[in-house]
């Protein structure tokens, strides 16, 4: 399928994945729609439970009990993986789509060496001999730019050091050539410096082979590191989808302006640094209306009597607010930082 | 693991384990040459005499039996009654040495039977969880319902009198510590963000419980065998010295304690006149326990990460 000459990967149409625990259904991702492009990036930003990592998780069909997926689609290639088994999941997980996981400290298995773990994957996917895996798995930990690949390979993680640990898990994540990567907060637990080196080494990677990324943060430097299209997410849905430039720029939802205007900055002589008041719903009991009514500096008895709709404002740039013209107005006062 | 063995020989109660346990290794190994059989069955227990009253330690052999090997022929290799004759002059000495045999065949294939059911099952309940988890856990609770001994004994007398017998007892009333312990631990290790790796990489199920899971898990079902090699001993000793154990005359240490039953008080006026008879089957199963518990004590403290003070 190809749309606006971009070649179409993933899509994920209306998804919802609910949580039924003792004390309620926990709507965790409700009615999510994105999509990916061949070679492109897309960023999927939001606070800490705002459903995220679910939504990563089930795409890759990972959720485990009591999370289960209960309506929507994610067409990959073409195909509904909702409707696969767990058998043809498998040869999806890890050949067509991989996964990079927030903590390299503990997404290694300790008793286990580099090798075997990236070379597990390989002989899987590919049927090759253990010494064929090992010698691809020194290949690939060459590539992630370990040193002494050689010597590494047989190296358990805590002879690791953090970064490298996480190069690892990209060496992982890349070695069976995935079409698309989806990286769960890669940088999180990284030196500010190394975080710039791994995202260089993931964008590197991905673009030899034209592959495709999601890349889940909460960190806004990340995104407008790397991300072609952003799909901003609040209280488990989408709240506002654009690119990158769009979103940086004129920004049209609360939440995202109030975001962005809450990165400190050396410019500007501000007094105090703008946050978001409140913290993150309880899924359990979402308010009505708007889900971001209570912390909305905007909001209106509309906002707090029914929930806007994802709707269309110019090609490309999809917002779920009523009030989009109020935000307007402030976004011409000109406090965003920009790309 | 170079550095488990180094320990396990530098702590001072592990060393005497480990001791105690070669010389019983020792012992397993030259039963022939210390004990030499008798008869075409090497677990019988000769007898040195057909009294019924035990004999002293240094009890030769009496006239009588000799002249039934001499008319069948069998060489006398060995006709010294060293630690004395237990009731209906079963020479002691030679059950202790190769019950020692009995005893390591008993501990070491019921534990490592038991271990791997219970391992088995206890890996499968907590990895799958839900229904499978219930109905599994549901099954161990049932099994562990039961007094151990008492179980194990009915079981053993409705299957009949025989060393095997006693092993499957033991190894069905046995694995429900080994699955609840490995339940917990892979209950605990599944959540690890190295398993979502592997599942994300495709691996599965299977090999994630082998390969991932049980490598990270086994240690403490470890300790635990080691520890319960000792108890299982004494648990088959106990069957025998019940009379439900192995059969009459079999070389095993339980049986040999039963044998003393009778006369560990003494006769009137010489109290403790037959102490041999309880007393050197009774050492050994002491030290044999001892051996066990000790190693397992120190694998414990050194397996343990709480105990090692890394934790």
């Known amino acids: ?339 | 693991m170079n550095r488990t063995v180094r320990k396990l020989f530098s702590n001072a109660s592990s060393l005497v384990g480990i001791v105690l346990l070669f010389i019983f290794i020792i012992i397993a190994i030259l039963a022939p040459v210390i004990a030499p059989p008798l008869s075409d069955d090497p677990y019988q227990v000769p007898r040195m005499s057909w009294d019924v009253n035990p004999q002293p330690p240094g009890f030769l052999m009496s006239d009588n039996i000799r002249e039934i090997y001499d008319f069948m022929g069998t060489e006398i290799k060995y006709d010294k009654a060293i630690c004395g004759t237990a009731e209906g002059g079963y020479d002691i000495f030679y059950g202790l040495m190769w019950g020692t045999r009995t005893a390591f065949r008993i501990g070491l294939i019921t534990v490592a039977v038991a271990g791997l059911i219970g391992v088995f099952i206890g890996s499968i309940s907590a990895y799958f969880g839900g229904w499978i988890d219930e109905i599994l856990m549901r099954i161990t609770d049932i099994f562990l319902s039961f007094p151990f001994l008492i179980a194990a004994m009915v079981l053993t007398t409705v299957l009949g009198r025989g060393l095997d017998k006693v092993m499957i007892a033991l190894i069905i009333f046995g694995w429900m510590g080994y699955a609840r312990l490995i339940r917990g631990s892979i209950l605990s290790a599944k959540e690890e963000t190295y398993v979502m790796a592997a599942k994300a990489l495709g691996v599965k199920d299977i090999r994630i419980i082998w390969k991932h899971l049980l490598p990270n898990t086994i240690f403490t079902v470890l300790v635990q065998a080691t520890m319960s090699i000792g108890s299982m001993v004494i648990t088959a000793a106990a069957l025998s010295f019940l009379g439900v154990g192995a059969p009459l005359g079999y070389a095993d240490w339980g049986q040999m304690v039963s044998f003393a039953r009778n006369w560990i008080i003494g006769a009137p006026g010489h109290a403790g006149q037959y102490w041999y008879t309880v007393f050197y089957p009774g050492i050994f199963i002491v030290l044999f326990v001892l051996a066990w518990n000790l190693i397992g004590d120190t694998l414990r403290d050194i397996l343990d990460p709480r105990l090692r003070g890394e934790l």
């Open chain 1, 1 to 339: 399928m190809i749309i606006n000459n971009k070649k179409f990967v993933l899509g994920v149409k209306d998804l919802k994945t609910y949580f039924f625990t003792e004390d309620g259904v926990v709507k965790a991702v409700d009615g999510v729609d994105f999509e990916v492009y061949q070679g492109e990036t897309l960023g999927l930003v939001g606070e800490s439970g705002c459903g995220k990592s679910v939504t990563a998780f089930s795409i890759m069909r990972l959720l485990d009990y009591p999370g289960k997926i209960v309506g929507g689609e994610i067409i990959f290639k073409g195909e509904n993986l909702l409707t696969k088994n767990d058998a043809e999941m498998r040869k999806i997980r890890g050949k067509e789509i991989a996964m990079i996981f927030q903590e390299p400290m503990t997404a290694l298995n300790p008793v286990l060496t580099v090798g075997f773990q990236i070379s597990e994957a390989l002989m899987m996917h590919f049927k090759i001999s253990k010494e064929e895996a090992i010698k691809k798995s020194v290949e690939l930990l060459k590539k992630v730019g370990i040193p002494m690949p050689e010597q590494r390979v047989d190296e358990y993680s805590y002879q690791l050091s953090g970064g490298m640990r996480q190069r690892v898990m990209i060496a992982m994540a890349m070695s069976c050539d995935p079409v698309l990567l989806i990286a769960d907060e890669p940088t999180t637990a990284l030196d500010v410096t190394i975080q710039a080196q791994i995202l260089d080494l993931m964008r590197s990677l991905l673009r030899g082979l034209n592959g495709s990324l999601i890349m889940i943060t909460h960190d806004l430097g990340v995104i407008a590191e790397i991300a072609d299209r952003i799909a901003v997410m609040y209280a488990s849905k989408i709240v506002e989808y654009a690119d990158k430039k769009t979103i940086f720029y004129t920004p049209l939802h609360p939440y995202t302006f109030g975001l962005l205007t809450s990165i400190p900055r050396l410019d500007l002589d501000l007094k105090r640094l703008d946050v978001i008041p409140g913290i993150v719903p309880n899924p359990l009991h979402f308010p009505s209306g708007c889900k971001f009514n209570p912390r909305c500096r905007f909001a209106t008895n509309k906002c707090r009597e029914e929930e806007p709709p994802l709707t269309k404002v110019e090609e490309g740039h999809l917002v779920r607010c009523w009030n989009v013209d109020k935000v307007v107005k402030e976004v011409k006062k000109g406090l965003l930082v920009g790309v």
